[in-house]
């Protein structure tokens, strides 16, 4: 299921071309992807591209009796500094993680990936360069991209513009759901190190980039290593594998991916009423790359905790007795693991989550 869709009524012969949209191009692109999509092909998948629908065996994938979890999302303003630096290559692997690690956080396991990409003038190399970015996010996740659905929409978007989503689902076995429900006070927060900004606050980012008139060619003033954009640039993290890997040790209570709103808005949302959480911003270092937002854009540390993951991708909640378990399988995985705080009884009119320390910690 991977279709060039034509967003217009028909028009006959070459007129559709010079109206904008470009059928040969569109085909020209479905054949470019198909042996790329084919490479994501994981236990499971049934059939290829070229359906009006794809299809995937669960039981195959070795589940019994499992839930299924959906999650979509896209890359936001993100999308906009690729464009400027033109560089397509990693905005995929953005895509397919801002989608499958809202599955992990579930106990879900990625199982199959679908995107919808919108363009005002089909580039097929522009376009095989995003979903080459796709299948790399599939391959670190361990999902199938088993269709998709590329629109060339003259009139709705500029020449050069164009906009992504992303569609994940899920399996986790009935019992194994990781709902927030048995986080306890007592519970101990380990932060997961993010690769960078990963995909959210991008708005304001640009916004900052645009009042310094910067260059997102010149090398970035807190990693003189690469340019500007290639740092901004820097692909979401995905956490699947790790995660997936914790939760099979039980000792996981819940898990909270750090997206947009940040910290302060993402723990809340796997805490148990009457309990809050606190954390201590000293407890990892703040990346460069926040350090120059909150110089050059007039932050202050809450603001940043409200916006950006400050260096933290995913949280997990882990129990007291087996923190370092989960900890050590973590690390094994891959990550750079802290413990930033601690799950406690929540007083009436108390926040649902504290960050402590970020004047002294993030301005020294």
Request: glycine share 14%; with cysteine.
């Amino acid at each position: 299921m991977y279709h060039f869709a034509r967003r217009e009524e028909a028009i006959s012969g070459d007129r559709y071309k010079v109206a904008g949209v470009d059928i040969d191009a569109g085909n020209a692109l479905v054949e470019a992807i198909k042996p790329l999509a084919k490479a994501t092909a994981r236990r499971g998948t049934v059939g290829g591209l070229g359906g009006f629908g794809g299809l995937f065996d669960v039981r195959a994938a070795g589940y019994d009796d499992p839930l299924l979890v959906a999650a979509t999302d896209g890359v936001g303003t993100k999308l906009k500094v690729a464009s400027v630096v033109g560089r397509h290559d990693t905005i995929g692997i953005d895509l397919v993680a801002m989608c499958v690690n809202d599955l992990v956080v579930q106990g879900a396991e990625p199982l199959f990936f679908l995107d919808y990409f919108a363009t005002g003038r089909l580039s097929v190399e522009r376009a095989r360069d995003v979903v080459s970015g796709i299948v790399e996010g599939c391959r670190l996740a361990n999902c199938a991209l088993i269709g998709g659905e590329t629109a060339e929409m003259p009139g709705m978007y500029g020449a050069d513009d164009y906009d992504l989503a992303g569609f994940a689902v899920g399996a986790v076995e009935r019992g194994q759901v990781l709902t927030g429900e048995a986080v306890r006070a007592g519970d101990v927060l380990l932060g997961l190190a993010s690769s960078g900004l990963h995909s959210n606050g991008f708005s304001l980012v640009r916004t900052i980039v645009e009042e310094m008139r910067a260059d997102y060619a010149e090398p970035a003033p807190f990693d003189r290593s690469r340019s500007l954009g290639e740092a901004l640039l820097e692909p979401t993290r995905i956490y699947v594998a790790s995660c997936l890997a914790a939760c099979r040790s039980g000792g996981v209570h819940a898990f909270a991916h750090i997206t947009g709103g940040g910290i302060v808005e993402n723990v809340p949302r796997v805490l148990p009423a009457g309990l809050c959480a606190v954390i201590d911003a000293a407890s990892w270092p703040l990346p460069p790359v926040y350090r120059w937002l909150m110089d050059r854009g007039g932050l202050m540390p809450a603001e940043l905790a409200r916006v950006f993951n400050c260096g933290i991708g995913m949280i997990a909640v882990a129990a007291p007795d087996a923190v370092d378990a989960v900890r050590a399988i973590l690390e094994q995985g891959g990550e750079t693991v802290f413990v930033i705080g601690r799950v406690i009884p929540r007083d009436q009119g108390a926040a649902a989550v504290t960050v402590t320390g970020g004047e002294r910690a993030w301005r020294s």
